[in-house]
């Protein structure tokens, strides 16, 4: 499961817009070891962050790129209900538009 959350806003996105949001995902995406991270998919995904997260949830889902196990602990604890939702629907609209 951690490993889908790590990737869910990465895997089988392919090319997207050819704006370049900037900002701590699209950091931590470009930073990222994963395959198939570049600057294109990057900056897509972090226009799906600016659609969805505040900044400081940002920053926060910017920590999953490096410690996977983050997101499994964050996803798990009582208090990150509402913060859990909203990454959830940032995932799913990165993987809609940045596919």
Do not use: H
């Not at 995406?29 to 990057?42: K, Q, T, V, Y």
């Not at 602990?73 to 940032?90: C, I, L, N, V």
């Amino acid at each position: 499961m951690r490993i889908i959350i790590s990737i869910i806003a990465l895997s089988a996105l392919a090319a997207c817009g050819s704006g370049r949001p900037s900002g701590p995902i699209s950091r931590a995406c470009e930073a990222s070891d994963r395959p198939g991270a570049n600057a294109a998919l990057c900056s897509c995904v972090q226009g799906a962050a600016d659609a969805t997260l505040s900044g400081g949830e940002q920053r926060r889902a910017a920590k999953f790129f490096d410690d996977p196990q983050r997101a499994q602990d964050t996803r798990q604890e009582d208090g990150s209900g509402a913060f859990w939702r909203r990454y959830k629907s940032f995932a799913e609209r990165a993987e809609a538009i940045c596919r």
